[in-house]
C-alpha cells in the first residue's frame, strides 16, 4: 500500500499570502496518478489538480501543482477567503488509492 | 449536468447490513469507472472500493475487503455498495464519486452529497 504523508498538519495564514503544501509518498508513483482536493466543512471534496499539474474545469490559476516520483507540491499563490479548508492529495495509481491525512489551511 | 445521489444510509446495529445506492445523472454512466469513498466523523477522507467502467475489474479497501460488495447497474445508470457485518468503525458518510481519465491523468472529479451511515446500538 502506498502511504502518502501530507505537511504540515496545519497551515495558518493571511489572505493574500501564499500556501504551499506537500505530499509526500511511500514509494514513487507516477504523476498522472497524483491528484490534489479542497474540502470545506460539510461539503464535498473537489477535484483541485490531477496528473500533479494539470488544474480542473474552473479552478483558477492561482492554484498549481509540481513534483513527480515521491515528492508533490500544491501551491495557491495568492490566499482568497474562500480557499480556506482541508486539502489532501490522493494517489490513483495503485489500489489502495490512498488519500493523505489533509493540510488543513486556516485564517492566522 | 453531473448529478451523482446517494441513498441508503441510516442508523444499524452493530452486526447489521446496509445497502447504499447511488443514482447517476447528466453523463454516459457505462463509459465511467466509479468508487466509494467514506468519511468518519471529524476525520479524513478513506478510499472504499472501485469498480471499472464494466464492473469487470473490482478493488477494496483492506478494512472492508469480505464485508462490502460494490457493484453496479449500467441499464439503470446506479452504483451500489452492499454492506454486511458493520461496525462501529464503519460509521461514516459514504460519497459516491466518478473517475475523469485524460491524457494528462486520472482523478475522481464528481462526488455526490454523501450519505450517513451509523453503526451504532
Known amino acids: 500500500e502506498i502511504v502518502l504523508t501530507q505537511s504540515p498538519g496545519t497551515l495558518s495564514l493571511s489572505p493574500g499570502e501564499r500556501a504551499t503544501l506537500s505530499c509526500r509518498a511511500s514509494q514513487s508513483i507516477s504523476s498522472s496518478y497524483l491528484a490534489w482536493y479542497h474540502q470545506k466543512p460539510g461539503q464535498a471534496p473537489r477535484l483541485l489538480i490531477y496528473g500533479a499539474s494539470s488544474r480542473a474545469t474552473g479552478i483558477p490559476d492561482r492554484f498549481s501543482g509540481s513534483g513527480s516520483g515521491t515528492d508533490f507540491t500544491l501551491t495557491i499563490s495568492r490566499l482568497e477567503p474562500e480557499d480556506f479548508a482541508v486539502y489532501y492529495c490522493q494517489q490513483y495509481g495503485n489500489s489502495p488509492f490512498t488519500f493523505g491525512p489533509g493540510t488543513k489551511v486556516d485564517i492566522k | ?121
Open chain 2, 1 to 121: 449536468e453531473v448529478q451523482l445521489v446517494e441513498s441508503g444510509g441510516g442508523l444499524v446495529q452493530p452486526g447489521g447490513s446496509l445497502r447504499l445506492s447511488c443514482a447517476a445523472s447528466g453523463f454516459t454512466f457505462s463509459s465511467y469507472e466509479m468508487n466509494w469513498v467514506r468519511q468518519a466523523p471529524g476525520k479524513g477522507l478513506e478510499w472504499v472500493s472501485y469498480i471499472s467502467s464494466s464492473g469487470s475489474t473490482i478493488y477494496y479497501a483492506d478494512s472492508v475487503k469480505g464485508r462490502f460488495t460494490i457493484s453496479r447497474d449500467n441499464a439503470k445508470n446506479s452504483l451500489y455498495l452492499q454492506m454486511n457485518s458493520l461496525g462501529a468503525e464503519d460509521t461514516a458518510v459514504y460519497y459516491c464519486a466518478r473517475v475523469y481519465t485524460s491524457s494528462s491523468g486520472k482523478a475522481i472529479d464528481y462526488w455526490g452529497q454523501g450519505t450517513l451511515v451509523t453503526v451504532s446500538s
